[in-house]
């Protein structure tokens, strides 16, 4: 079920973007690309998600490249708040399989 | 702002106990999810439910468990005869369409079988 990688941990000084990727490369035509995350002791919360054009919303954007094999989520300024575990998914169906995630770090 | 509620936080319930955990989604929302996370691993899909019945599970979702939309607003999980390792945090999803929406996670019940 593991259709995307990503880094196992990243971090960021806080008040900088941050870029978090992840590979998709089997990825279909049809597939929309997710992102959640799952802040300490939270369940997981939706961030953003996208076909193939990029895609901005008040919490981030994501970028997804032309060949749709991989796709950036961006946080543009990030804040302590933001230290969480982000997840890259590719819903299969109505299943939603999430893999270990990077752990994003902030420091202040 | 709506959101999903979990009820109740915590379970603590013996071996072979049944369990049944509940979840209130937000309101006029369509598919319904459980999942679960043992303690330091990944969140592990189990089961999405639309129209009454299953859509999707996952291959932990043995005929030890089930789920339920009783009335129209309660979502409940029941396993039958519990496991030390079905200890972990549940969390219960909804969304409003779909299968590609957001989906809104309730803040999970922590379940720990002695």
């Known amino acids: 079920d593991a259709k995307t990688t990503q880094p196992n941990s990243m971090e960021s000084n806080e008040e900088e973007p941050v870029h978090l990727p992840c590979n998709h490369s089997?990825?279909?035509?049809?597939?929309?690309i997710h992102w959640y995350r799952q802040l300490p002791s939270q369940g997981p919360e939706y961030v953003i998600h996208?076909?193939?054009s990029n895609v901005n919303n008040r919490m981030a954007s994501l970028a997804i490249a032309e060949d749709r094999k991989s796709s950036t989520l961006i946080l543009h300024r990030a804040t302590l708040r933001d230290a969480a575990v982000y997840y890259c998914?590719?819903?299969?169906?109505?299943?939603?399989?999430f893999g270990t995630g990077t752990s994003l770090t902030v420091i202040p | 702002e709506p959101e999903v509620t979990q009820t109740p936080s915590h379970q603590v319930t013996q071996m072979g106990q049944e369990v049944i955990l509940r979840c209130v989604p937000i309101s006029n929302h369509l598919y319904f999810y459980w999942y679960r996370q043992i303690l330091g691993q990944k969140v592990e899909f189990l089961v999405s439910f639309y129209n009454n019945e299953i859509s999707e599970k996952s291959e932990i979702f043995d005929d030890q468990f089930s789920v339920e939309r009783p009335d129209g607003s309660n979502f409940t999980l029941k396993i039958r005869s519990t496991k030390l390792e079905d200890s972990a945090m549940y969390f219960c999803?909804?969304?409003?369409?779909?299968?590609?929406?957001?989906?809104?996670f309730g803040p999970g019940t922590r379940l720990t079988v002695t």
């Open positions: 089997t990825i279909s035509g049809t597939d929309y």
């Open positions: 999803a909804s969304m409003a369409t779909g299968p590609l929406g957001e989906q809104y």
């Open positions: 996208g076909l193939t």
């Open positions: 998914i590719l819903p299969t169906g109505n299943q939603f399989y």
